[in-house]
């Protein structure tokens, strides 16, 4: 028989010291039976039930792009998949508890990255499914681990808007063609302008 392995998310903080905007997950795992667990190769896929929680005007605009009118959010309203994730969890004998990292875009052009950049406080319901393969026994043996496993954390948007700051400061960027940066280039050299931000009013004073 496979151990039977059951997961919690016992909290989440921000990684002090990474190349890129991170959130790490403290996943806890249990095994039903006493056998020693020699390692689990763990596939996770990360989703945002966006149904899960309540929303102000203000949010109900900033998700139009994603939602659509608040008229059709019985409906609009769905599941986002945030990111998928590969981690191999060490040796354990009944339970542990392992770091998921989970590395945070601020692509506006995403639509997880668009869903908590449109919120301003409470928290981001999350569900984490878990599959992959569970090495055990002697000699040693696999089994498969169901995407039926999961485990759900409300995660503080607080915690993603401070981990986005440390590393953007209040800035945002957006994914332009060469071709669209080249006319903007143009612009900012005709009117004698200091900085991409000039340029962005300058247009947008236009019209």
């Given at each position: 028989m496979v151990p039977a392995l059951r997961f919690a998310v016992e909290g989440a903080e921000r990684v002090e010291h990474a190349a890129v905007p991170t959130i790490a997950f403290a996943v806890g795992i249990e095994s039903t039976d006493e056998r020693p667990v020699r390692s689990v190769l763990l596939d996770v896929q990360v989703r945002i039930a966006a149904?899960?929680?309540?929303?102000?005007?203000?949010?109900?605009?900033?998700?139009?792009?994603?939602?659509?009118?608040?008229?059709?959010?019985?409906?609009?309203?769905?599941?986002?998949?945030?990111?998928?994730?590969?981690?191999?969890?060490?040796?354990?004998?009944?339970?542990?508890?392992?770091?998921?990292?989970?590395?945070?875009?601020?692509?506006?052009?995403?639509?997880?990255?668009?869903?908590?950049?449109?919120?301003?406080?409470?928290?981001?319901?999350?569900?984490?499914?878990?599959?992959?393969?569970?090495?055990?026994?002697?000699?040693?043996?696999?089994?498969?681990?169901?995407?039926?496993?999961?485990?759900?954390?409300?995660?503080?948007?607080?915690?993603?808007?401070?981990?986005?700051?440390?590393?953007?400061?209040?800035?945002?960027w957006l994914r332009l063609r060469k071709q669209s940066i080249d006319r903007l280039a143009a612009h900012k050299s005709r009117h004698a302008l200091a900085t991409w931000e000039d340029v962005v009013d300058s247009l947008l004073a236009e019209h």
């Amino acid at each position: 028989m496979v151990p039977a392995l059951r997961f919690a998310v016992e909290g989440a903080e921000r990684v002090e010291h990474a190349a890129v905007p991170t959130i790490a997950f403290a996943v806890g795992i249990e095994s039903t039976d006493e056998r020693p667990v020699r390692s689990v190769l763990l596939d996770v896929q990360v989703r945002i039930a966006a149904r899960r929680r309540s929303y102000d005007e203000a949010a109900h605009d900033r998700l139009f792009e994603l939602f659509g009118p608040v008229e059709q959010w019985g409906t609009s309203l769905r599941t986002l998949l945030w990111t998928r994730a590969t981690l191999v969890v060490p040796p354990f004998t009944r339970s542990t508890v392992v770091e998921l990292p989970i590395a945070c875009s601020y692509d506006l052009e995403v639509a997880a990255s668009r869903y908590f950049d449109g919120l301003e406080d409470g928290d981001v319901p999350l569900e984490l499914l878990f599959s992959g393969t569970v090495f055990y026994g002697s000699p040693l043996q696999a089994g498969r681990i169901s995407w039926e496993s999961e485990a759900g954390y409300r995660m503080p948007v607080a915690l993603w808007r401070e981990t986005m700051d440390r590393y953007f400061n209040g800035t945002a960027w957006l994914r332009l063609r060469k071709q669209s940066i080249d006319r903007l280039a143009a612009h900012k050299s005709r009117h004698a302008l200091a900085t991409w931000e000039d340029v962005v009013d300058s247009l947008l004073a236009e019209h």
